[in-house]
């Protein structure tokens, strides 16, 4: 690959700080938006989440934002389960392609900023 394409390819993705999720509680049905730092952690409920990166489309191409986050669950004494029940990128544009399937909740990404 030329040097040329690299650079075009690195820039139809900005990289963002800070990502805004929904999270659905389906017993109770209640929605809320959830404000994250890349790389710090936070629980919603019984989950913990860590957003590891998230980026975006400029203006001046399709849109879509994408964050790499990874999930685990949280017992009732607030200990953190070693294993992670969902590790991957999730698709603001295609929630479905990559969900959390979580018996209570439903996690998806809504922005990614730079601020």
């Not at 394409?5 to 999270?23: C, I, N, P, T």
């Amino acid at each position: 690959m030329l040097a040329s394409q690299a650079f075009a390819d690195e820039s139809r993705w900005l990289q963002g700080k800070h990502v805004e999720l929904q999270a659905l509680d389906k017993i109770t049905a209640r929605i809320a938006t959830i404000e994250a730092e890349v790389g710090m952690p936070l629980q919603y409920g019984s989950l913990q989440i860590t957003v590891h990166g998230c980026t975006y489309r400029p203006p001046t191409l399709p849109p879509e934002i994408a964050a790499f986050m990874e999930v685990r669950t949280v017992d009732h004494n607030d200990v953190v389960a070693d294993e992670a029940i969902f590790s991957g990128w999730m698709f603001a544009s295609s929630p479905a392609v990559n969900a959390l399937e979580h018996p209570v909740y439903d996690v998806t990404v809504l922005a990614c900023r730079k601020d």
